[in-house]
């Protein structure tokens, strides 16, 4: 699977990706800083890499359907920190062996994951 981290996250993301065995780039190493959400989503579909933001704006399934997507993992957090983003990321890391991310969109907050797949719907986990 292949990530690119938005810029709204800490680039340690990737670091934590790439430790796993991922394919990880962020906005910031293609100089996408600043871009509009549609870009960004435009270069990810181009490369077909799931993207990982806090961009709430990502969630709406009628601006980006996920099953036309590559994938939208969006975390939700309670406190914006650096600190709290990675450790949320963290744990979701051993469910992306186990539940597929690709053409879906995780919801992800620090005690759930909700996932909206191919027009399905949410599951949980």
Same mark, same amino acid.
């Given at each position: ?7 709204? =996250? ?21 100089? +996408? ?34 099953? =036309? ?14 600190? /709290?983003?990675? +450790?949320?990321? /963290?744990?979701? +890391?051993?469910? +992306? /062996? /186990? ?27």
């Amino acid at each position: 699977m292949k990530f690119k981290i938005d810029e709204n =996250l800490p680039t340690e993301i990737a670091e934590i990706l790439r430790s796993a065995g991922y394919d990880a780039l962020t906005v910031r190493d293609e100089a +996408l800083t600043g871009e509009a959400d549609s870009r960004v989503m435009t270069i990810c579909q181009q490369e077909n890499r799931i993207l990982v933001t806090i961009d709430i704006d990502f969630a709406d399934i009628r601006s980006y359907p996920p099953h =036309l997507l590559p994938g939208i993992m969006v975390l939700r957090l309670s406190r914006q920190s650096k600190r /709290q983003a990675i +450790l949320t990321f /963290q744990r979701t +890391l051993p469910y +992306l /062996q /186990q539940e597929p991310i690709e053409h879906r969109l995780w919801i992800v907050e620090e005690s759930r994951i909700r996932i909206h797949a191919d027009g399905e719907g949410e599951v949980g986990k």
